[in-house]
C-alpha cells in the first residue's frame, strides 16, 4: 500500500506541472494585461514609463518561460505572489477563502451523495420504466450542459487569446 501510495504521489508531479504550465500560458496569452488592470484600479492613467516601469518591477518585461520559471520558484518558496488587483499577498488572500471553500465542498458532497444513492435505488428499481428513464435523461442533460459550459468558457479563453 505505501509503494502504491508514493507511485501515485510521484505521478501527480507531472500533472501539476502540466496544468500549471498551461494555466500560467494561457493566461499569459489572454487579453487583459496585468499593468492595465493596476492601472484601473488605481483611478490614475500611468504614462507609458510608468507602465514599462511597473511590468519591469514584476517581471513581465521577461520572456514567458523565464517567467514560468521565476513563478515556478517562487510558488515553491511559498511566495504566491502579490495579486494585482488588490495589492494583498494572494497566500494571504488564499488561505481566507479556504475555510468557505471546503465548507462549500463538503457540502455539496453530501447534497450529492444524499441525493444519488436514493435517485440510483429508485432507477434500479424501477429499470425500464418512467422513473429510471426520467433520471438517466435527467444525469446525461446535467452533464451535458455542464460539459458545455466548461467548453465555452474555455474557447473564451482561447479566443481572447487570439485576439491579444
Not at 509503494?3 to 496569452?29: A, D, E, S, W
Request: no cysteine.
Amino acid at each position: 500500500m505505501k509503494k502504491y501510495i508514493i507511485k501515485r504521489l510521484l505521478q501527480l508531479i507531472p500533472i501539476l506541472f502540466g496544468i500549471t504550465l498551461l494555466t500560467f500560458v494561457l493566461m499569459n496569452r489572454s487579453s487583459v494585461d496585468a499593468v492595465d488592470m493596476m492601472e484601473q484600479n488605481t483611478g490614475m492613467a500611468w504614462t507609458e514609463e510608468q507602465k514599462a516601469a511597473v511590468r519591469e518591477e514584476l517581471g513581465l518585461d521577461k520572456s514567458v518561460p523565464v517567467q514560468y520559471l521565476n513563478w515556478v520558484g517562487n510558488m515553491l518558496k511559498g511566495d504566491m505572489g502579490t495579486s494585482y488587483i488588490s495589492g494583498q499577498p494572494v497566500l494571504q488572500m488564499f488561505l481566507s477563502k479556504l475555510p468557505m471553500t471546503i465548507y462549500l465542498t463538503i457540502t455539496s458532497i453530501l447534497l450529492t451523495i444524499a441525493l444519488s444513492i436514493p435517485l440510483g435505488i429508485l432507477s434500479a428499481v424501477r429499470k425500464n420504466k418512467f422513473p429510471d428513464y426520467f433520471i438517466r435523461k435527467q444525469t446525461l442533460t446535467n452533464a451535458e450542459r455542464y460539459t458545455t459550459d466548461r467548453l465555452k468558457e474555455l474557447e473564451d479563453v482561447i479566443m481572447g487569446a487570439e485576439d491579444k
